[in-house]
């Protein structure tokens, strides 16, 4: 399928790694590069489970932080709109195009509830509650702009961040929802992020079966109260399969699955191998630049070119090299063999896709060896 023709119009001067035709080794480096057969092949395979289980998917553009992405995504994946986790997240991607964001977070101060509020004039606009304080804010901003802001009551089920606990708490907030102005109470946000990188399969279902059940009671209580759920949202590239067919779920938010990484290789499925529904499809693009010491190289991505909290990154397709150490701006590897020469181009999986996305300006998209695509990272550094 070679639905990705789509580059926007560059402007000279600002950062752009590559150009459209230009073979992957004329990229400037470092660059961040997906290949667009194993993504558009990651999306295939996500919108054949939705299509099967019946649930939705709601994107998680936190991932990528590209209208361009997300708007495939809608497209090509049936995903029924896109969740983000900051207000200038959800602002620059509705301004490219999209039309139905959940900010999947709290949005609790003042100027920030304001941006949401007049945001709600442009696109469905939906956001996670978990303090009963926090919708008589909401309900103003909304009655100000005289728009309506949809809600979903978070639970914490095991993540031990944002959310209140299961049970009581979740009806008296939508109870308050539900009779304010401005505001619709939409149903439950119930991700449970801790459980994503869980390595072992057990262990992960176990996590995400108490959650379910959490969930389940809850509706249970908030319908006899006479609150219906549209959305009871949630699940992650590690445990959408739990989620999808748990048959309490009906909206899943998955965001790594399209890209992957060296952390989620690690992540075990029932036979105690690793999952493998998905492919690497982003790459850090890197070139060795130093090789005055036969074994060992470096190249020139380092801890300013990815995120390493996950680890560090692996490099695609060769086991006779390995990535060991970073600084600022170079990588070091082992080269026993004294294989590699200067410039040479090697293609790391790195250890954490999230992150290191909002490191760079652009998206190279490659076919084979060509380049056949730009994307600009839309939201990149919009923390706010």
Same mark, same amino acid.
């Given at each position: ?75 090509? /994946? %049936? ?6 986790? +900051?207000? @200038?997240?959800?602002?620059? $991607?509705?301004?490219? !195009? =999209? ?67 299961? /049970? %009581? ?6 109870? +308050?929802? @539900?009779?304010?102005?401005? $505001?619709?109470?939409? !149903? =439950? ?196």
């Amino acid at each position: 399928m070679n639905a990705i023709n789509k580059t926007h119009s560059l402007v000279v001067g600002l950062n752009v790694p590559a150009e459209v035709g230009m073979s992957i080794d004329e990229v400037s480096t470092p660059a961040l590069i997906v290949d667009l057969d194993a993504f558009e092949n990651n999306v295939k395979i996500m919108r054949d489970f939705i299509r099967k289980t019946g649930v939705r998917h709601r994107a998680h553009a936190k991932t990528h932080k590209s209208a361009d992405i997300a708007l495939y995504q809608i497209e090509h /994946g %049936d995903a029924c709109g896109i969740c983000c986790q +900051k207000v @200038a997240e959800a602002e620059a $991607l509705v301004d490219g !195009g =999209i039309k139905d964001v959940l900010v999947s977070n709290q949005v609790v101060d003042p100027k920030k509830i304001d941006r949401l509020a007049q945001l709600a004039k442009k696109a469905r606009v939906l956001v996670c509650v978990d303090d009963i304080s926090n919708v008589d804010d909401l309900s103003a901003a909304a009655s100000k702009h005289k728009v309506t802001i949809e809600c979903l009551v978070e639970i914490d089920c095991g993540a031990g961040r944002c959310g209140v606990q299961w /049970g %009581d708490p979740v009806v008296a907030i939508a109870r +308050k929802i @539900a009779a304010s102005n401005g $505001l619709t109470f939409s !149903g =439950i946000q119930a991700y449970q992020g801790a459980a994503q990188h869980i390595h072992d399969f057990e262990e992960r279902k176990g996590k995400i079966d108490i959650a379910v059940k959490q969930v389940s009671e809850t509706i249970d209580m908030l319908k006899a109260e006479g609150l219906e759920c549209d959305i009871i949202g949630g699940a992650g590239t590690g445990t959408y399969y739990f989620e999808g067919e748990s048959g309490i779920y009906n909206e899943m938010q998955c965001g790594s699955y399209i890209f992957m990484d060296a952390d989620y290789q690690r992540v075990k499925d029932q036979s105690g191998g690793l999952i493998s529904e998905f492919e690497n499809s982003l790459f850090i693009l890197t070139s060795v630049m130093s090789k005055a010491k036969p074994d060992k190289a470096i190249c020139d991505a380092g801890l300013k070119a990815q995120s390493v909290d996950s680890g560090l990154p692996v490099i695609y397709g060769r086991d006779d090299i390995e990535y060991i150490k970073c600084a600022d701006e170079h990588g070091v590897i082992t080269d026993p063999n004294n294989t590699l020469k200067l410039n040479d181009r090697l293609k790391l999986v790195p250890g954490h896709c999230d992150p290191t996305c909002n490191v760079y300006d652009w998206f190279v998209g490659v076919r084979g060896d060509k380049v056949e695509c730009l994307w600009p990272i839309t939201a990149r550094g919009m923390a706010f």
